[in-house]
């Protein structure tokens, strides 16, 4: 695990292990479920642990593993590489006693893409300067989810029952991506940089509109 995610997931293990503590005395006679998920942001597995007919507590771990491609923003090419995945504590409660609920939680995420623009002997248009790159020349830009964030939502499904389980989750994990860049070379100079600038700000005119990261899914578990 990267050194820069350690903290939230010790953070948020801590609260884990509070609950875990806590659910340790609860009545036998409530069923643990074991479920797996798939959908938006990816597939996972997790835990749900009713407490009574109104209120149930979760743990569950999701991601769309890391994934490589090209990718063309602004007009420049770049080499992208995605990291995906996310873990969460959350409380169900059930107003109606029935299947529908409320969730809100804390998530520790990895959510990072990375843009690299390089290539010996490529010609690119950076800001208002067009740059023949040698093997040196070069810039990175990364896109950053927040390492923790609360998640609100609603759902049906983790209800008391035994027996296989299904159930859906509409929500969010709420915060603002960061932007930041590194050159290298010629875009490591005054006049790089002011173009490598010019360009960021036309990305963080998209990435500055996103401040949650949506969660649809679907599960289908099994309730002992």
């Keep these: 695990m990267s050194n820069q995610f350690a903290p939230a997931y010790r953070r948020l293990a801590t609260v884990a292990c509070v609950g875990t503590s806590l659910l340790l005395g609860l009545p036998a006679a409530q069923a643990g479920e074991i479920y797996g998920q798939l959908g938006l942001p990816g597939f996972g597995v997790g835990y749900a642990q009713p407490i009574n007919s109104m209120f149930g507590v979760r743990a569950d771990w999701v991601s769309l593993g890391n994934r ?61 300067t067009s740059y023949t790159l040698t093997a040196d020349d070069g810039y990175n830009v990364q896109i950053k989810f927040p390492s923790s964030t609360p998640y609100l939502g609603i759902g049906w499904g983790h209800q008391q029952q035994t027996g296989l389980r299904f159930a859906a989750d509409l929500g969010a994990m709420i915060g603002k991506a960061k932007l930041t860049s590194v050159g290298r070379g010629q875009f490591a100079t005054t006049q790089g940089q002011a173009d490598v600038d010019a360009e960021l700000a036309e990305l963080r005119d998209g990435v500055g509109k996103i401040r949650f990261v949506p969660q649809i899914s679907f599960a289908i578990g099994y309730a002992f």
């Excluded at 007009?75 to 299947?99: H, M, T």
């Excluded at 623009?117 to 800001?127: C, D, E, F, W």
Aim: proline share 2%; aromatic share 8%.
């Design 68 to 128: 490589s491609k090209t990718q063309n923003e602004e007009g420049v090419d770049y080499a992208a590489k995605l990291s995906s995945s996310r873990l969460a504590l959350l409380a169900d409660i059930f107003p109606f006693q029935g299947s529908f609920r409320v969730t809100a939680g804390m998530t520790s995420n990895n959510y990072k893409l990375e843009l690299d623009a390089s290539g010996a002997g490529k010609v690119i248009t950076v800001g208002s």
